[in-house]
């Protein structure tokens, strides 16, 4: 079974620190994103990664940095959390050969910033 | 860039009915996928159905089955027998066909099946 993990399911910061949220795949998938999801919005997309080093913008980066040093590890960073990133964040990754094309999510971290 | 649009924010259907979940899209891509997600109270996103846009033939995966329509760009999931383990948020998804893919959602159609 293809597993998609992200590090915490339940997370609680202070306005002004640092949170490093993490994901894993254990299926050798290229394509791995970020997404943000809060009620009436769906799923908003924040980052995505198609290679090691490689990223591109979603739709909302504001406020957001990545990072995939690592094939298997794609790891976003919220350089200075406000309370407006209080949100459910969904890590999902998929093959990139355009031909397969299911992707696979982790359960989510549910992060409050007080 | 592509937008989806679920225009349900909620539904409710009896134990055993039909329902169908609406979804358009806008695009001037002519290659794509089309999906639908259903999210459960457990949070854990799982794939219900695809649909290749090339394909005319309307997907279908035991009871959940799709109205693909491409001209109207029209993408609705009918769900047939509806069991109460069909509760959970349904996410409508594009993405273009291409090996640096990115998928966009829509808002989610929260469906309650009533006993």
């Known amino acids: 079974d293809v597993k998609v993990t992200q590090s915490s399911r339940y997370l609680v910061k202070r306005t002004g620190e640092k949170v490093f949220l993490e994901c894993v795949q254990d299926m050798d998938h290229e394509n791995m994103f970020w997404y943000r999801q809060d009620p009436g919005l769906g799923l908003r997309l924040i980052y995505f990664?198609?290679?090691?080093?490689?990223?591109e913008k979603g739709d909302i980066p504001e406020g957001y940095s990545v990072s995939r040093e690592k094939k298997e590890r794609f790891s976003l960073i919220l350089e200075s959390a406000s309370t407006n990133q209080t949100s459910m964040y969904l890590c999902?990754?998929?093959f990139g050969d355009g031909l397969t094309t299911e992707a696979f999510f982790g359960q989510g971290t549910r992060l409050t910033v007080v | 860039a592509q937008t989806v649009t679920q225009s349900q924010p909620e539904m409710s259907v009896q134990e055993a009915e039909t329902v169908t979940l609406s979804c358009t899209y806008d695009t001037s891509e002519s290659n794509y996928y089309l999906f639908w997600y259903k999210q459960p109270p457990s949070r854990q996103m799982i794939l219900v159905i695809r649909?290749?846009?090339?394909?005319?033939q309307n997907a279908t995966e035991n009871r959940f089955s799709v109205n693909f329509q491409k001209a109207a760009k029209s993408f609705s999931l009918k769900i047939s027998d509806s069991q109460l383990g069909d509760t959970a948020m349904y996410f409508c998804a594009f993405m273009k066909h291409d090996n640096n893919n990115d998928m966009r959602f829509g808002a989610g159609t929260r469906l309650t099946v009533k006993p």
């Open positions: 649909q290749e846009a090339y394909k005319q």
């Open positions: 999902a990754s998929s």
């Open positions: 990664s198609y290679d090691v080093k490689m990223k």
